[in-house]
């Protein structure tokens, strides 16, 4: 089992910039690949990022693409997802997940993950 708990969310204006990060216990994140999604009200989860095991395959979701960067450091067990230029239509629940990849691969489909957070909320003002 792998536990899973974001932080770092909070209000910002527009064009601000905020830093999440997801801390695993339970086992090493080395061997998952590692995902952000988010859940805006009235809306279904959607992808934001991934990145593989070992941080060398990324992927973005168009809309977050040059703007967010996923990044993740094996020793401490902890993954991050640096937000700029955040604008009002990013506002959400931001959810980190863990899937068991014996390839280096990173999926981006909400289904191939199997432990999630409880997410963190994101508010963006105009």
């Known amino acids: 089992q792998v536990q899973l708990v974001e932080s770092g969310g909070g209000l910002v204006q527009a064009g601000g910039s905020l830093r999440l990060s997801c801390a695993a216990s339970?086992?090493?994140?080395?061997?998952?690949?590692m995902g952000w999604f988010r859940q805006a009200p009235g809306k279904e989860r959607e992808f934001v990022a991934t990145?593989?095991?070992?941080?060398?395959?990324?992927y973005y979701a168009d809309s977050v693409k040059g703007r967010f960067t996923v990044s993740r450091d094996n020793a401490k067990n902890t993954v991050y997802l640096q937000m700029s230029t955040l604008q009002p239509e990013d506002t959400a629940v931001y959810y980190c997940?863990?899937?068991?990849?014996?390839?280096?691969?990173?999926?981006?489909?909400?289904?191939?993950?199997?432990?999630w957070g409880q997410g963190t909320q994101v508010t963006v003002s105009s």
């Open positions: 997940a863990a899937d068991f990849e014996l390839s280096d691969t990173a999926p981006m489909t909400l289904g191939s993950y199997n432990y």
């Open positions: 339970g086992r090493p994140l080395r061997w998952y690949a």
């Open positions: 990145i593989s095991w070992s941080g060398g395959s990324t």
